[in-house]
């Protein structure tokens, strides 16, 4: 095959620029997103139960769902919580799972169960989480002067948010702080009692105007005919005022004489603010194939368009992933390229011929862009974790090169002359001699990657597209080397012919030099070596204990989440106006950032949280680092002085890396208590006491959401005096729904939109007044009496929420990760209750021992690789015993570094693991060899022989390896922070190594030889 690709240049030329043409043509066809487009395995049920309590909600709807969706497959855990008037259960399936079938069975299994839930509770919606779910971008529309915010909200909603959803690869608009309408129907109860009308007969009269009676089957003369009732149906507020009550002779009392009917906004629960001025927000959603840039530029387009259209509003972007792409792209893209440069650079410094960076300049990028048709045929993007295989792989595609190169040299050299036919001859026989070696170190390091994929978790599909792209890149390498290595040494040395002595460059001679007397004085000490190389492994152990142990590594970012709770009885204004005093006491003390803050319950669709009206959820982003960092000191001395009750946290902003890691946002340590009926909360007195306990054992345990208690106010009905009375509950009930919350009746559709309407009355403020002024009917409506003859005020205490998950309801209490410092004895507690532990710090040991397992099971996997290529038992073992060592650099240049010991530092060192034996395999293969051809020659000299054989090739491989990923040690972006610890953890391991495969494994060859 050699023979006939040196003898058909111009053929090969051919084949080798439609290649280049195919991937030219799959990279411009990929996709771009930040992150690789994965579909979360959990969904999301939201609940709305209006005027529904917790523990309603819990026991009525909740746990029905719970203990029938459990029971899907694939599903590994559910989970609950029940506010007021609404509630979530969470449903986390096993990694892997056909999400949109999940999706389907879910909501089959809930329309199946809709008979047992309670008639007024609406369907629940199901939510499907991707990495898609975060917005593109997030726009903000403030109004520049006084505006009727209903008829904005309407420009917002109807036309606004239509117009960017006509943009071509925006999939969704999501929003909130959009004012609904409704039409308010406020009943005067002393008109009501002027005319003798009774509030039951006012409800009734206007849900029939829209009452829905029907089509009725008629024959007329042997025909058949389709025939409906004509009713007044609702178009406008003026036909609500119009509706007849009562028809007493000629005095005709329609709704306009006992109420007064206006157009006002429904109850807020909810507003949100953009640098505390009350602002619509839009959160613009890509589809997963469109491309990024022109969906980007669109959508910039549109908005400037809006600003010429409606100068009365301010459109403000806060939040754009699209720059944040775009530099993470650039920044990973230009780690490749400066990663050639240097590798350029060192085969300067070891040559002093032009033509092998040359053939080496050939090889990198036609490696790179044949690559790109793997990535079209596994369906793989252009994001930061694809890009961050290609950044890892561009020293790693040099490596088959260099060898490559020097081999064919060394055949060359042996050649007296140097005729065409000695250069031919020396390129055949140079790849010929070489590829078993090639394709034996390609197979070890794509296979240890396999076992990455088994890793439990989202990591394995995250890193799938990065297994692919490093996997790809070898590929291409391995092929283009064979192929174009040969071809462009011989074409380039047809013209010029230099011994191998004139390409031996100062630099390198001096090194070899220097290797020489290394390399005797190794294997003259050999005690010495030992010894020091104990001591790196013993460090390297003893590193682990000093490494911070995380899931993922820390991400340099300017922005924050914070959210606030009251845990106070206080409304939406107060809660708005408390936030706005807390951050502008802040920004007076010089902290640049704008705010992006929901107050309450949010509109969002797509959001999964449940928040009540004393929830501040506020997204802050900052100029500087420092600014961050003194907004944190500042703000918690603040809040602590001014709301020693309240609770706040930071947390990571919402990216799509954040919200593909952490699935399940667990608490660093959390302990679940139950009672021993777990479907019954526990008392109140039995849970202060128990909190009670856990403070001894800890100070910082803090109360989850589950075991915050608050004062209710409970309605009881006096049953006797119901009884006494003659009357009907289900009229109390309306009664009060009337004069506390409004009672929705009927719609007015208007064909652009359909307003509810709801019926109140006038009433106080205070409860007690409340029930004291208005009356109930009685005897046959011609007596009254106050309600509060019949309903009794009550205080008590009870759980703000209720969670719960398979095993029934629980109550939580968290440590955070400053403030754990072991274990906790839960004997120590002397409970008789069903007590469980969750939480990061559970995941991350479980995360590393996974990992350690797949380095146990890569070098398992490497040994059967190099068994097969050495056909030995014995010889593997050289290269085996040399990886405590890799793995001990790795492990000291993390703590040098202050990196942690996670999941992505962990896998860098797995894939070191593959590069470092490459050396060792070259080595070994060489000696090998040398046996062969000089069986005469003592053990000693053949091995040091292959020594200086290899040196070159060994020092070049490395060297660009380590050096091809610097530059994403100084790259800033998440691309470049979620890489650093791999990177790291390669320099370190391959550094080690490469001492290792110089001097420890010809002194173990010598070893294993001698016995």
Not at 179 to 206: A, C, M, P, S
Request: net charge neutral; aromatic share 8%; glycine share 4%.
């Amino acid at each position: 095959m050699i023979k006939t690709i040196l003898e058909r240049p111009i053929a090969m030329l051919m084949i080798i620029i439609l290649f280049l043409s195919i991937g030219y043509v799959s990279c411009i066809s990929l996709s771009i997103s930040l992150l690789p487009d994965i579909d979360i395995p959990k969904l999301t049920v939201k609940i709305k139960y209006d005027y529904a309590s917790p523990i309603t909600i819990e026991n009525q709807v909740l746990r029905k769902l719970r203990e029938n969706l459990k029971h899907i497959d694939n599903v590994t855990k559910v989970e609950s919580e029940a506010y007021f008037e609404s509630g979530q259960l969470e449903l986390y399936f096993n990694h892997g799972t056909d999400m949109v079938y999940s999706f389907i069975e879910v909501n089959e299994r809930i329309d199946q169960l809709r008979n047992l839930l309670p008639e007024d509770v609406e369907r629940p919606v199901v939510i499907q989480s991707s990495t898609s779910d975060l917005p593109i971008m997030t726009l903000q529309v403030i109004p520049n002067t006084a505006i009727n915010y209903n008829h904005f909200s309407q420009l917002a909603k109807v036309i606004l948010k239509k117009r960017i959803e006509t943009v071509k690869g925006v999939s969704m608009v999501d929003f909130n702080g959009i004012d609904e309408k409704q039409i308010t129907v406020n009943i005067d109860r002393d008109l009501l009692d002027v005319h003798g009308i009774d509030i039951n007969i006012v409800l009734q009269k206007i849900k029939n105007v829209n009452l829905e009676l029907g089509y009725f089957f008629v024959k007329e003369n042997n025909l058949l005919f389709k025939a409906h009732v004509d009713q007044l149906d609702l178009y406008d507020i003026e036909g609500l005022r119009q509706i007849i009550i009562s028809n007493n002779g000629f005095n005709i009392i329609r709704l306009k004489d006992i109420a007064t009917i206006e157009e006002t906004s429904q109850k807020k629960e909810g507003l949100h603010l953009f640098n505390l001025e009350r602002s619509i927000v839009f959160n613009i959603h890509k589809q997963n194939n469109a491309r990024f840039n022109i969906v980007h530029d669109e959508i910039l387009a549109l908005i400037n368009q809006f600003r010429n259209d409606y100068p009365d509003l301010s459109f403000q972007i806060s939040k754009n992933q699209y720059p944040l792409i775009r530099s993470s792209i650039d920044n990973l893209v230009m780690s490749i390229l400066l990663g050639g440069i240097i590798s350029v650079t060192i085969l300067l410094l070891f040559n002093n011929n032009l033509f092998i960076p040359l053939i080496m300049g050939f090889c990198v990028p036609i490696s790179i862009i044949t690559s790109f048709t793997i990535f079209n045929i596994f369906h793989l993007s252009i994001n930061i974790i694809s890009l961050g295989g290609l950044a890892l792989g561009v020293g790693m595609i040099i490596d088959n090169a260099i060898i490559l190169i020097d081999n064919i040299t060394l055949k060359y050299n042996q050649f007296k002359s140097s005729s065409i036919n000695d250069l031919k001859e020396s390129c055949i026989k140079g790849t010929k001699e070489v590829i078993p070696a090639l394709i034996s170190s390609t197979l070890t390091t794509m296979c240890i990657y396999l076992p990455i994929i088994m890793i439990n978790g989202i990591v394995s599909e995250l890193f799938l597209e990065h297994c692919i792209a490093v996997g790809a890149t070898l590929f291409c390498s391995l092929i283009t080397s064979i192929i174009i290595v040969p071809l462009l040494y011989f074409t380039l040395w047809k013209y010029n012919k230099p011994s191998y002595k004139a390409i031996e460059s100062t630099v390198f001679n001096k090194i070899a030099s220097r290797y020489k007397v290394g390399h005797h004085l190794v294997t003259s000490y050999p005690k010495n070596l030992i010894a020091l190389t104990v001591l790196i492994t013993v460090l390297g152990v003893s590193s682990v204990y000093f490494l911070d142990k995380k899931i993922l590594p820390d991400l340099s970012k300017k922005d924050i989440n914070l959210i606030i709770k009251w845990n106070d009885k206080i409304d939406l204004p107060d809660s708005k106006i408390r936030y706005e005093k807390l951050i502008d006491s802040i920004k007076k003390e010089g902290i640049v950032f704008y705010s992006s803050t929901d107050i309450g319950v949010s509109q969002y669709k797509l959001d999964h949280g449940v928040k009540d009206l004393q929830t501040v959820n506020s997204y802050l982003n900052f100029n500087t680092f420092d600014g961050k960092g003194k907004f944190i000191q500042l703000f918690d001395a603040i809040f602590k002085e001014r709301f020693p009750n309240a609770s706040y946290k930071f947390t990571e902003s919402d990216d799509p890396l954040n919200q593909l890691i952490s699935i399940i946002k667990e608490d660093y340590y959390k302990l679940l208590f139950r009672n021993t009926n777990s479907q019954i909360p526990l008392k109140m007195e039995k849970l202060n006491t128990l909190k009670n306990k856990l403070l001894q054992l800890n100070p910082f345990f803090i109360a989850g959401n589950g075991s915050i208690a608050e004062t209710k106010i409970k309605l009881k009905i006096n049953e006797s005096k119901l009884n006494y009375y003659h009357l009907n509950l289900s009229d109390i009930k309306q009664q009060l729904e009337v004069i506390l919350n409004g009672i929705k009746t009927t719609k007015i559709n208007n064909y652009t939109e359909i307003i509810d309407v709801v019926v109140k009355e006038k009433s106080s403020t205070r409860l007690t007044n409340i029930l004291y002024n208005n009356y109930i009917a009685i005897d046959g409506k011609q007596h009254r009496i106050p309600l509060s003859e019949v309903v009794e005020v009550e205080k008590y205490e009870s759980y703000k929420n209720i969670k719960a998950d398979e095993l029934g309801i629980y109550h939580d209490f968290i440590l955070t990760e400053d403030h754990f410092h072991n274990d906790i004895d839960v004997e120590a507690l002397n409970t008789t209750m069903n007590v469980t532990k969750e939480g990061k710090f559970f995941q991350i040991n479980e995360q590393l021992n996974n990992v350690l397992f797949i380095a146990i099971l890569s070098i398992l996997v490497l040994y059967m690789i190099l068994s097969a290529h050495f056909e030995s038992i014995t010889q593997p073992l050289i290269i085996v015993v040399t990886l405590p060592i890799g793995i001990s650099g790795s492990l000291i240049l993390l703590l040098l570094f202050q990196q942690s010991l996670n999941i992505i530092s962990m896998i860098g060192i797995v894939v070191m693991l593959g590069i470092m034996v490459n050396d060792a395999i070259l080595k070994m293969d060489t000696v090998n060899r040398l046996k062969k051809e000089n069986s005469t020659l003592p053990l000693e000299q053949i091995v040091y022989q292959a020594s200086m054989v290899r040196l070159k090739p060994i020092l070049m491989t490395s060297l660009t390896t380590m050096l091809a990923v610097i530059p994403i040690l100084f790259s800033d972006s998440i691309g470049s922070d979620l890489q650093k610890p791999m990177a790291i953890s390669i320099i370190g391991g391959v550094g080690f190594g490469t001492l290792t495969a110089l001097f420890f494994v010809p002194l173990i060859i010598l070893f294993i030889n001698k016995k």
